[in-house]
Each structure stands twice: as structure tokens, then as C-alpha cells.
């Protein structure tokens, strides 16, 4: 049987957090530094191919039905007029900084979440919802004034950055949403359950499956019905996120560093494919080794192609022992003991690797590193020639980062040296001054 009580929240929970979230991110950006896009359906795509996916659409495209994930083709078949553009990773990590930089003269940042989510903390009379209204129309200002009136961003002010985040969703876009301690119920309760930061399709099917539909019923349930519901202390977490309180931040380690790429027609046999593969396995290397990471572990991940091949047959996928039937698919890893930063090891497993690979044409690869311990922690390569490796990899890199990220490299990767040239960074803001970051 459900147990469930009365939702109760501290009295009068003073206002903590103003939560920033830039609008259609990607797409701004470019209707900002191009006028001629700008009031115009647009979407950027890593490949602007029908085949290619929308990573961010302009709010022109999103009143023809075209959403993020939408494939190209699909897009211009909701909109004839969409205007497709190139994404420039770079641009949006530039942009970005520069509108923190702005943000910054109006209120500190506490958090940056991803590219484009930023949060401050209020203090003082700043958690007055007077004040706390005035300081984000000065963000907003600022903004428009400083950056552009294209790059409009929804704020949203609560007891805590949970609610905050929630806030700044409800009014898209240039939106501005208080949700004070009285009025979480009443705000809450309008959402669907996946409306909430933290719950997708399959933890909205276990809360149904458990009888909990509505935010409503969710808010009802006591400390002990939502640990049951998660099956873990993330439950007494939520119970005390939903009620407005400020909760400590969960300590954090970077659990994986790595780089996928989908493949351009012309790079999806196997050698020019290997290429590219090996040229990710490097760049993340360098980037691991510049954070200050070993390696416990690598993977090597792969997607085939298997649309058709011609008009009137399909291209081989072939099969792997063991395997029953086709695969679109594969990954395959090895481990480090003790830590790795050696990219001559790293080429030698790699190569291992790719030989256990299946065989077909191939549209995607991925390397990745996992496993990380900090190279304090790491154990010392044993014999004279692993060190000699470590530290000749390191010493590439200050070569790179001196004369330029292809000063020096594995000659197996000349084809594909400008390949790959860095993805879209969604939950992490590269460091655009590392050489090989992101172009």
C-alpha cells in the first residue's frame, strides 16, 4: 500500500538560486552573428546531409513540428524553408564564455551545468523576490546589450538550484519564473513527471508501474516511499530537492575522456576509418594526460553502415564468431593496471582492438578512456622503455601545444589530420586553449 502525506516545505524558504538558460543555444549563436538568419527557420547539424541530426533548432523551425534529434531530411521536409548550418563548436564555447563574462558583472556564477546552463547563488536582500526580479532584468539587459538581443536566455529563481533549473523551463523564450517555498506545490503539480530534471521515459514508467503518475502523487510521497521508489539514497535526495531545500553537492570525479566522430562518405572504409579512429585515440590522450588522468581502461566503439549499398542489394555486414545475427554495433575495451598515460601503448591496444572489430562498413568510431585515477595516484611504468614512452608522450604534447597540434603525431593519422576536428560540447565546456581542443 502507498503511503503517502501532505507535502510540507520550511516556512517562508528564502529564495537561494537564479538559474540562466540560454534559448535554442546553438541556433542563437548563429542568428546572432548572422543577420541573415536571423527571424528564419534554422538548424545546425554536425552533418548538414539529410542523413545528419538536429542538435538545436531556432524557435522559427520549432512551429513547423522540427525538434532536436530530428534527422535533416525530416526537417526539411516539416520546413522547406529551414536553413541548415555547419555546427562551429568553437564558436558556441567562445560565445559562451563571453556570456558568463557578461553574467558576471550583474551577480557571481556559482555553477556552469553545461553550454548552456549557468547558476548563481543570492544573498543578502538578492533573495528578496523584488530584488531577485531586478537582478535578472539587469542580466537580461546586459545581455542584449552587450552580446545581442538574439541571445535570449529564461531565468528561473527558487530556494534551490533543482526548482531554479525547473523554473527557467516554464516560459520559453526570455522567460523569468519565481517559485517561492508556498507556491511549490501549486507550480509543481501543473508538470508532467518528465517535466522533472533527473526523470526520463524509463523512470516515468516505474513510477506509473508503482503508482505514482503526477507530480502531485509524487509530492505526497514521505522520505522512506521515494527511496523505495529509487531504490536508493538518491530517493531522500529528491524528497528534499521537491520541498525547496539547498542540498550539499554531490563530490564529483571526471569518469571518462574521449571523442566519437561520425564519418563523412568518403571516410568509411577501413583504412581511412582507422585513420580517423586513431586520430580521436591521440586527441583524447593529450586531453586526458593535460587534465591530469591515467587510463584504467580503453574502448573502441564502432556503428556500421548497413543501409543499402546500391539500388538493388545491401552492403555486407557479415558476422563475428559468436555472434547470432547482424550488428549495427560493436565495442570492445581493454584495462590498464595500475593507470596508463602511454600513447604508444595506447596505439599498440588500439590496434588489438580494431582487429577484433567486425567487419562492414563503417559510419562511426569512437575511443575513450575510462577508469581515470589522477596520475599522483597512478602506478610507475615498470621497465625503462615504458617510462621512456610516458614521458615521450608527454613531451609530444608540449611540442604540440608550442608549434601547433600536428607538429608532431603518428604518422598512421596523416590522412586524417583534420578529421574529427572537436564535437559539440553539451555537459562539459572544453578548453578552447589546449591546442587540439575544439575547432
Not at 516545505?9 to 546553438?26: E, H, K, R
Not at 552580446?147 to 526570455?174: H, T, W
Not at 579512429?277 to 581502461?297: E, N, P, Q, V
Request: proline share 5%.
Amino acid at each position: 500500500m502507498n503511503t503517502h502525506h501532505p507535502i510540507t516545505t520550511p516556512s517562508q524558504t528564502p529564495l537561494s538560486v537564479l538559474f540562466v538558460d540560454f534559448n535554442a543555444y546553438f541556433a542563437s549563436v548563429e542568428q546572432q552573428l548572422v543577420p541573415e538568419l536571423r527571424n528564419r527557420p534554422v538548424a545546425v547539424a554536425p552533418v548538414t546531409s539529410n542523413a545528419g541530426c538536429c542538435i538545436a533548432v531556432s524557435y522559427e523551425a520549432k512551429k513547423f513540428g522540427v525538434k532536436t534529434g530530428t534527422r535533416v531530411g525530416e526537417a526539411r521536409a516539416l520546413c522547406p524553408e529551414i536553413v541548415v548550418v555547419d555546427a562551429r563548436p568553437r564558436v558556441y564555447v567562445e560565445m559562451h564564455q563571453r556570456l558568463c563574462a557578461v553574467i558576471g558583472t550583474c551577480l557571481p556564477i556559482h555553477g556552469v551545468h553545461s553550454i548552456d546552463e549557468v547558476s548563481c547563488r543570492l544573498l543578502g536582500d538578492e533573495r528578496h523576490p523584488a530584488r531577485a526580479t531586478q537582478i535578472a532584468r539587469t542580466i537580461k539587459a546586459a545581455i542584449r546589450r552587450e552580446v545581442g538581443e538574439y541571445m535570449r536566455c529564461s531565468i528561473g529563481i527558487a530556494p534551490n538550484r533543482f526548482l531554479a533549473k525547473i523554473a527557467s523551463d516554464m516560459q520559453k523564450p526570455d522567460g523569468l519564473t519565481i517559485i517561492q517555498s508556498h507556491e511549490i506545490v501549486e507550480t509543481l503539480s501543473t508538470l508532467d513527471l518528465i517535466d522533472l530534471p533527473g526523470i526520463g521515459p524509463r523512470m516515468r514508467s516505474r513510477l506509473v508501474a508503482r503508482g505514482v503518475s503526477t507530480v502531485a502523487e509524487l509530492l505526497a510521497c514521505d522520505e522512506r516511499r521515494l527511496h523505495a521508489l529509487w531504490e536508493s539514497v538518491i530517493g531522500r535526495r529528491w524528497h528534499r530537492m521537491l520541498r525547496g531545500e539547498e542540498l550539499d553537492e554531490l563530490p564529483t570525479h571526471r569518469s571518462t575522456v574521449g571523442h566519437s566522430h561520425v564519418l563523412p562518405p568518403e571516410r568509411r572504409g577501413e583504412t581511412e576509418a582507422r585513420a580517423v579512429a586513431l586520430r580521436l585515440m591521440h586527441k583524447a590522450a593529450a586531453r586526458m594526460r593535460t587534465l591530469g588522468y591515467a587510463a584504467g581502461r580503453m574502448s573502441l566503439s564502432v556503428a556500421l553502415d548497413t543501409r543499402p549499398a546500391n539500388p538493388g542489394g545491401y552492403s555486407t555486414v557479415g558476422h563475428a564468431p559468436g555472434w547470432g545475427s547482424k550488428f549495427e554495433s560493436w565495442h570492445g575495451d581493454c584495462t590498464f593496471e595500475g593507470g596508463c598515460t602511454d600513447s604508444f601503448e595506447f596505439t599498440r591496444r588500439f590496434d588489438e582492438l580494431w582487429t577484433r572489430r567486425p567487419p562492414g562498413r563503417l559510419k562511426q568510431v569512437g575511443v575513450t578512456f575510462s577508469d581515470l585515477v589522477l596520475q599522483g595516484d597512478s602506478t610507475l611504468p615498470l621497465f625503462a622503455q615504458e617510462r621512456r614512452h610516458t614521458e615521450l608522450s608527454r613531451v609530444m604534447d608540449q611540442i604540440n601545444t608550442r608549434f601547433g597540434k600536428h607538429a608532431v603525431y603518428a604518422g598512421a593519422m596523416h590522412d586524417a589530420r583534420e578529421s574529427a576536428k572537436g564535437g559539440i560540447a553539451f555537459t562539459y565546456i572544453p578548453d578552447i586553449t589546449l591546442t587540439d581542443s575544439v575547432e
